[in-house]
């Protein structure tokens, strides 16, 4: 259980365009999925906390207007990077909150890796 | 600013050892506390959760948590080249369930 999916798994896009990433919960449904990118050799970056039915709360630094996220059900998330410029060549990641009576584990998605050139 | 340490390694220990992960954290609020392993190139996998003082034992993993010395470790006994990855801790707290990750342990398991 607790399987979450991510599409696509790599992408490449032209400097100036617009990537939407998707992240589904699988066999359970999530309230809250989280957005995470990694550079290489570095450790996790929590981009924005996404709740189902509401605006997503972005990290500091974390531009809003670029990076747009939208959970409009239970089971899907998206993140729409828009605008992509090299320095937003990264390995994106989502993950989703088990929900459970005192239980906060994260499973995450398989990654999307992003390159713009 | 929470905060969570971790020894960056390498961590080398032969096939068929004890290796032995170690964690802290800054926040004495802290109510979660989870092992996450990275394979390179790819995504994080839970393996082990733990939210009270003690031992979790599944399997060949068992994590360690002391919330008085806000400590939390993680020990792989018979050691596989297959654990050979980055283990990542990290830590829970408040309502918001945000994760607070380490920089990450790099194990190599030695055949």
């Known amino acids: 259980g607790a399987v979450v999916s991510q599409h696509p798994s790599w992408v490449i896009c032209k400097s100036g365009t617009s990537v939407k990433i998707e992240c589904r919960s699988l066999d359970f449904q999530a309230t809250t999925m989280f957005w995470y990118r990694q550079f290489p050799k570095q450790s996790l970056m929590l981009m924005a906390t996404s709740n189902e039915g509401s605006k997503a709360t972005y990290e500091q630094g974390v531009e809003k207007d670029k990076f747009l996220i939208n959970h409009a059900s239970l089971t899907l998330s998206t993140l729409t990077v828009t605008s992509a410029h090299p320095e937003d060549s990264s390995f994106y990641i989502c993950?989703?909150?088990?929900?459970?009576?005192?239980?906060?584990?994260?499973?995450f998605g398989p990654g999307t890796r992003l390159t713009v050139t | 600013q929470k905060e969570v340490e971790q020894n960056s390694g390498p961590l080398s220990v032969p096939e068929g050892a004890i290796a032995s992960l170690n964690c802290t954290y800054s926040d004495r609020g802290s109510q979660s506390f989870f092992w996450y392993r990275q394979y390179s190139g790819k995504s994080p996998e839970l393996i082990m959760s733990?939210?009270?003082?003690g031992d979790k034992e599944d399997g060949r993993f068992t994590a360690q948590l002391n919330k008085a010395s806000q400590y939390v470790s993680l020990l792989i006994r018979d050691s596989q080249p297959s654990d050979s990855a980055t283990y990542l801790c990290a830590v829970g707290s408040g309502s918001a369930r945000q994760l607070t990750f380490g920089s990450g342990t790099q194990l190599t398991v030695l055949p």
């Open positions: 733990i939210y009270s003082n």
């Open positions: 993950s989703a909150l088990l929900p459970g009576q005192g239980r906060y584990e994260q499973y």
